[in-house]
């Protein structure tokens, strides 16, 4: 028989003409017990912990829920603050109800640029409740202990306190749904007539915007899927009520690991499971806590088993039904340092797979779009698009592939360069008389020998970027080209459009934004289609991430006007890879010019006469 939540959710605290709803913010146990008790207590004023001053905002959020938004506002003493309005959290389904229902409502909740960030001292919102409110707080004799000591609170609930009081003269039956911290200590108050304490409550601007989905994976409060299970219950009500978080934790965990064997064919070992059921309950007790939030169930996965089983557990948790478009100019982006992941961050990387097992080879046609095809017939004069093969002029294909060659010996120089240190001889010549070293100091008349490691590293893929162009403006054609033989490489670039600067019949000049190169050939498959690398937010890094995943040798040469950002050389390196950086003004400008141009032809047969239009050229 399943476990129900709410199940003691009359078990709520009154005073005099006021019932007390305490919450934990963002947590759906309380948004059932909020939707549940104003629906049976039917108040006729419901007074809510929100702050008064964002009153219209929160509002007009409130009511596009299921879908997420954010309050971006400004106090007037010019402070920033961000208010997170989601449907898990109690106080916001109290808004949301008695908006559906008429029930008039007094944000009653001084300005407070903590809200909901700062971090009581609570249970797990399991334990109030499977025991009840009134008969938690009873247990623990009111104590003043769920919250941490702080001057701003004890204002924050004086202020309530007397916004409770002057609402209790107008109204018979009041309902605050407010934070579970701060219950005892208005209860407190509300024995004795409180005046109004000085408080900043002033907002000199506020705008609601929707949330970006990203930022939502990065930082939402309540795991998303347990979120999704409010929203569905929501919509039909009925007599049942959603099953408590053990249940749904317990559901959670089997549906991700079935995920995670979906989307890599990969089986997760019974041994596996209960390897993470055992380091949860452990790690939990240690912390003193009953269940597990969104950062325990991740970090604990990746404990289990692997950080790739940890990226797609999270992937699947975090994934929301009424998520915002992506694509809205109006959505919000924020980062970590915004948003509350529980306190903690963690940095997951999932194992790069192609749509095609490796051992497998495959050919692509080069040419396969409509709109590509349309592109040729109106620029390039003669041009016939059922006769178009498009290649490329195989003298500049072995020039790549000659300084893709001598890039590798640079590379792998500059690293034995950087692990050899020089040191005077006393008893081992280590690996060899620095010859450099002695004439540079031959006046002291000794021997210098080298030491520190010896043997190189192997590479498997240059990645060379000429210019990021982020917004795709100057080089907006994309394509990826497999070697012709076993001695090319496969290749991935993106440059300027072919057919704007034609120099021969069926021959365009080109020039690349950035390319990369993989070693062997014939495996690499389309990295602009390849969902495998949707992650990547610019081209010049999805070319990077390419060249990481293809590569079969432990090294990756990266040359471009900046290093490789920081991320991208920890999932090299937990894919056992090294990436070697070149800056690319180190290089010979004019051998960095000609390698950037090249040529595209419309077809093979034109391989034979494109040297005459290139020498005009």
């Known amino acids: 028989m399943a476990h129900l939540m ?155 306190a007397a916004r409770l009081q002057e609402a209790a003269k107008e109204h018979e039956n009041i309902l605050y749904v407010g934070g579970f911290a701060h219950i005892p200590g208005i209860l407190k108050l509300l024995t004795k007539p409180q005046a109004f304490p000085l408080m900043k409550t002033g907002i000199s601007a506020a705008v609601l915007a929707p949330v970006h989905p990203d930022s939502l994976k990065k930082g939402f409060t309540e795991i998303p899927k347990i979120t999704e299970v409010f929203e569905r219950w929501r919509q039909d009500p009925g007599e049942s009520r959603p099953e408590n978080r053990h249940e749904l934790i317990i559901q959670l965990m089997r549906a991700a690991a079935d995920y995670f064997e979906a989307q890599t064919r990969q089986e997760v ?12 309950r452990k790690w939990l007790a240690f912390r003193a806590k009953v269940l597990p939030d969104l950062y325990h169930l991740v970090s604990s996965a990746r404990s289990a088993m692997d950080e790739d089983f940890a990226y797609h557990v999270h992937e699947f948790l975090a994934d929301y039904t009424w998520s915002n478009d992506p694509l809205d100019p109006s959505a919000v982006l924020l980062d970590e340092d915004n948003l509350l992941f529980h306190g903690h961050k963690i940095i997951l990387h999932k194992k790069l797979r192609t749509l095609f097992p490796s051992s497998r080879k495959y050919r692509m046609k080069a040419v396969t779009s409509t709109k590509w095809k349309e592109h040729l017939k109106r620029t390039w004069d003669s041009a016939n698009p059922d006769e178009v093969d498009i290649c490329s002029y195989p003298p500049e294909d072995v020039e790549v592939e000659k300084w893709g060659t001598a890039l590798i010996k640079h590379a792998a120089h500059l690293l034995q360069t950087s692990q050899v240190e020089v040191e005077p001889f006393v008893a081992d010549f280590g690996n060899g008389p620095d010859i450099r ?61 072919p057919g704007t600067d034609v120099v021969g019949p069926g021959i365009s000049r080109m020039e690349h934004g950035g390319f990369t190169l993989s070693y062997p050939p014939l495996r690499m498959y389309d990295v602009w289609r390849d969902p495998a690398f949707d992650f990547v937010e610019t081209r010049h890094e999805r070319l990077l991430v390419a060249g990481i995943a293809y590569s079969e040798k432990p090294g990756i040469v990266y040359v471009a006007k900046s290093p490789p950002a920081a991320k991208w ?49």
């Open 437 to 497: 070293e002695m004439l540079r100091r031959h006046y002291e008349n000794r021997i210098y020998v080298k030491t520190g490691e010896q043997g190189g590293l192997e590479f498997g893929s240059v990645v060379v970027i000429f210019d990021s162009d982020e917004r795709s403006v100057r080089y907006p054609f994309q394509m990826t080209w497999l070697g012709e033989h076993s001695q090319e490489s496969d290749m991935a670039f993106y440059s300027t459009p």
């Open 269 to 280: 070992p019974e041994y596996v499971y209960l390897t993470w059921v055992k380091f949860l």
């Open 6 to 160: 709410a199940q003691n959710w009359s078990d709520t605290i009154r005073f005099e003409n006021i019932t007390f709803l305490g919450v934990m913010h963002y947590r759906i146990e309380f948004a059932v017990l909020a939707h549940l008790l104003i629906r049976d207590l039917k108040p006729d004023c419901i007074c809510v912990e929100l702050p008064h001053g964002l009153r219209h905002e929160i509002a007009s959020g409130v009511r596009g829920f299921p879908y997420h938004s954010v309050i971006l506002y400004e106090t007037a003493g010019k402070e920033n603050a961000v208010l997170m309005l989601e449907g898990s959290d109690g106080v916001q389904e109290a808004v949301r109800s008695g908006l559906e229902l008429d029930i008039p409502i007094r944000f009653i909740d001084p300005l407070t640029l903590r809200y909901p960030l700062f971090m009581d001292n609570l249970p797990d919102a399991y334990v109030v409740d499977v025991l009840g409110q009134r008969t938690f707080l009873e247990t623990l004799k009111l104590s003043p202990g769920l919250q941490e000591e702080d001057p701003e609170n004890s204002r924050r609930e004086a202020y309530i």
């Open 569 to 617: 050389k920890k999932l090299a390196k937990s894919m056992g890879r090294k990436i070697i950086y070149i800056p690319l003004g180190s290089l010979n400008p004019l051998h960095v010019r000609r390698m950037r141009t090249f040529h595209m032809l419309q077809n093979k047969g034109l391989r034979n006469i494109a040297h005459e239009y290139m020498k005009k050229d």
